[in-house]
C-alpha cells in the first residue's frame, strides 16, 4: 500500500546545479501536483498535471519544469538550483472520477537546501 | 483569486478542552472540503472531509460547513497534547479547478 512515493527524502545542492525530485503514485490518480512549502508557510503550487502528456503552471512554476509520461510518474525538475528554492516539496495525486469529493493524497516530502 | 483563510495562529488549549478552528473562503462555487493535519516536518494527513451544509461527526473530530457564510470549521473534542499540530484547509473548487489551501493554524494542547 505505497500511495505517493517521493525520493528523495533529503538533498543538498549548490547554487546552479540542477536535480529531479521523483514522485510516483500506485492509485491510478490522474491528477498529480507539486507543492512547496517554505518554512511555517503554506502550500504553494508549482505545477500540476490532469493526465499523462497534460501539464499546466500552479501559483509559483518559475524556475521549475515538469513533465508526466505516464500515469504513475511525475517528476520536478529543478532548473538552475537557487537559495529561494529551499523549501520542502510535497508531491500529491488525486482521484478526480465523478466528483470533487476526493482529497489529496500526499507524499511524506524532499526537504531541499540550497548553499 | 480564489483565497482560503484561516484564523491565525497559534492557537493554545488545555488538555481535554475543546478546540475550535476556523475557515473562510472567496469561491461560492467550491464543491468540497478539507481538513489536514500536519505535524513538524510531516506531510499533511486527510483527518475530515464536508461536502454538504452542517455537522458531520468523526470521533473526536467534527466538521461544520455553512456554504451562505462560505465557512467551515473543525472542532477537536477532549483535546489532547498529540493534537498539537498545524492544522490545513483545504478546498476544492469543482471542475477545472485547483485545490487551495490556507496558511494552516498552528494548535498547541497544553497538558
Known amino acids: 500500500n505505497a500511495g505517493v512515493t517521493q525520493t528523495p527524502k533529503f538533498r543538498i545542492l549548490k547554487i546552479g546545479q540542477s536535480m529531479t525530485l521523483q514522485c510516483t503514485q500506485d492509485?491510478?490518480?490522474?491528477?498529480m501536483y507539486w507543492y512547496r512549502q517554505d518554512p511555517g508557510m503554506g502550500l504553494k503550487l508549482i505545477y500540476y498535471s490532469v493526465g499523462a502528456g497534460i501539464t499546466d503552471k500552479g501559483e509559483v512554476p518559475n524556475g521549475y519544469n515538469v513533465s508526466r509520461s505516464t500515469t504513475e510518474d511525475f517528476p520536478l525538475r529543478l532548473l538552475s538550483a537557487a537559495p529561494s528554492q529551499t523549501s520542502v516539496y510535497f508531491c500529491a495525486s488525486y482521484d478526480r472520477g465523478f466528483s470533487y469529493n476526493s482529497p489529496l493524497h500526499f507524499g511524506n516530502g524532499t526537504r531541499l537546501t540550497v548553499t | 483569486q480564489k483565497e482560503v483563510e484561516q484564523n491565525s495562529g497559534p492557537l493554545s488549549v488545555p488538555e481535554g478542552a475543546i478546540a475550535s478552528l476556523n475557515c473562510t473562503y472567496s469561491?461560492?462555487?467550491?464543491?468540497?472540503f478539507f481538513w489536514y493535519r500536519q505535524y513538524s516536518g510531516k506531510s499533511p494527513e486527510l483527518i475530515m472531509s464536508i461536502y454538504s451544509n452542517g455537522d458531520k461527526e468523526d470521533g473526536r473530530f467534527t466538521a461544520q460547513l455553512n456554504k451562505a457564510s462560505q465557512y467551515v470549521s473543525l472542532l477537536i473534542r477532549d483535546s489532547q497534547p498529540s493534537d498539537s499540530a498545524t492544522y490545513l484547509c483545504a478546498v476544492n473548487g469543482g471542475y477545472g479547478q485547483n485545490f487551495v489551501f490556507g496558511p494552516g493554524t498552528r494548535l498547541s494542547v497544553l497538558p
Open positions: 469561491d461560492r462555487g467550491s464543491q468540497s
Open positions: 492509485m491510478n490518480h490522474n491528477y
